[in-house]
């Protein structure tokens, strides 16, 4: 799935009716479009009939719970990768900042308004933007490659974490506040409703009726978030073919739209049953929703692209690339900052290992998403439906009993088949 600049519709055969008709070209680059999105489905259909468990409400949640950091910093990782750098610090920097949350928390306990834990992750990010400000400014006005400076933020920060912890030793348990960052769900401010009552004879046995009970709240959110999905991709496609660029066929975005919508009110009805939306899926959310808009409609993230795509070209158009540069890997930091904080509450404490090799699945998360290594090119949702490949085969190997060895040697050939494949279509192309 690529992030390209529509192409308008040149030398296009013309129906009977006289009407602009899609070429074969258009129809096939949608399919390859969406075959990530059928691998991701085809990958959890495979697990639930090996495990049984996979769709169960409360395996859904820990998916979310156990893997949104990843997603979190791949949304960062995306646009370090499409300006054509990378950053392999992300890892460390996240344990880090966990280690010095935990710290702030309970060993150097601020106390009044500067221990809140909500103060303290305000700091921790802003020392997140920080460090990528430090490095972003060695990469963009030094020309010190990224591989080398965030090689050496690896390597500073997971000692940094290990010394902040002692060496081997955790520090913890952290407040029930902060926690909830991770392990918490959105209250039932809208109540439940029980889907079908159940009927109990004067025996006490249920003899009708399931008794599910559903959380409202999680229910209109879901709702009103598809809603917003169909009402936006109609808006874009009628958008496109105003100003004559190609449009996918009228069918196949029906059936896109419908099979989207169907699948993502399958997964709300999951989630009501259990406990609602778990709070990171919503954080998650809205960073989702903030970086689409940004790399779609804003000058920045148009000129991100255009820097990764040729950078020459953007700096003799008059794009700032050094200031760029320092943006992008300041943004870096600030999700690297965010993903600590979420795997630290996450597992109640901080830990010296934490984030060790997280770097690994978030590139890989960014390129099975489509994007390419010599920048210029990616999407932000190909980039969420790859960290999300990442979570569930993690989560279903790990079900399975997969020793994790062999599931290292399984996603690194997944991600080394997503490039093969992605390499193929751009030669097809």
Not at 262 to 290: C, D, E, K, S, T
Not at 405 to 425: C, E, M, P, S, T
């Amino acid at each position: 799935m690529t992030d390209t600049a529509p192409t308008p519709q040149t030398g296009v055969a013309q129906d009977v009716a006289g009407g602009p008709r899609v070429p074969v070209s258009t129809f096939a680059s949608n399919l390859r479009e969406y075959g990530l999105v059928l691998a991701l489905i085809a990958i959890m259909v495979f697990f639930q009939f090996t495990t049984g468990t996979l769709f169960k409400p409360v395996n859904l949640s820990n998916l979310v719970q156990q893997n949104s950091f990843i997603i979190v910093m791949a949304l960062g990782m995306l646009l370090v990768i499409v300006s054509g750098h990378i950053d392999l610090s992300v890892g460390s920097v996240a344990g880090f900042i966990g280690a010095l949350a935990a710290m702030m928390m309970v060993i150097w306990p601020l106390g009044g308004f500067l221990g809140n834990p909500l103060v303290v992750s305000i700091i921790c990010l802003l020392i997140g933007g920080a460090i990528g400000a430090a490095q972003g400014y060695w990469i963009a006005y030094h020309r010190i490659p990224s591989f080398i400076v965030t090689l050496a933020g690896m390597l500073v920060f997971r000692g940094l974490c290990q010394g902040l912890l002692g060496g081997g030793s955790s520090v913890g348990p952290l407040p029930d506040s902060f926690k909830a960052l991770s392990s918490g769900f959105l209250p039932e401010v809208l109540g439940t409703w029980t889907l079908i009552p159940p009927t109990v004879n004067a025996a006490g046995k249920t003899i009708f009726g399931s008794g599910v009970t559903l959380n409202l709240t999680t229910v209109v959110i879901g709702i009103i978030a598809v809603l917003a999905f169909a009402i936006s991709g109609v808006s874009a496609r009628r958008t496109r073919e105003k100003h004559g660029y190609e449009a996918e066929p009228f069918a196949l975005f029906v059936v896109k739209t419908v099979v989207i919508a169907a699948l993502a009110l399958f997964f709300v009805y999951q989630f009501a049953v259990y406990r609602g939306f778990p709070i990171v899926l919503v954080v998650m959310g809205i960073l989702v929703g903030i970086f689409v808009f940004i790399t779609r409609h804003t000058t920045i993230g148009r000129r991100v692209y255009a820097m990764g795509g040729n950078i020459k070209a953007a700096q003799l158009s008059g794009i700032k690339t050094e200031r760029l540069t320092l943006f992008v890997f300041i943004n870096m930091g600030v999700l690297s900052a965010l993903g600590g904080l979420i795997i630290a509450a996450r597992l109640g404490q901080a830990v010296p290992a934490a984030g060790l090799g997280s770097e690994l699945d978030v590139i890989a998360a960014v390129f099975i998403g489509g994007a390419s290594a010599m920048g210029g090119v990616g999407q932000v949702m190909s980039t969420v439906v790859g960290g999300f490949i990442m979570g569930v085969m993690n989560n279903g190997m790990s079900i399975m009993g997969v020793n994790v060895d062999w599931q290292q040697v399984v996603k690194g050939l997944v991600l080394l088949g997503a490039v093969i494949f992605d390499v193929y279509n751009k030669n097809k192309g």
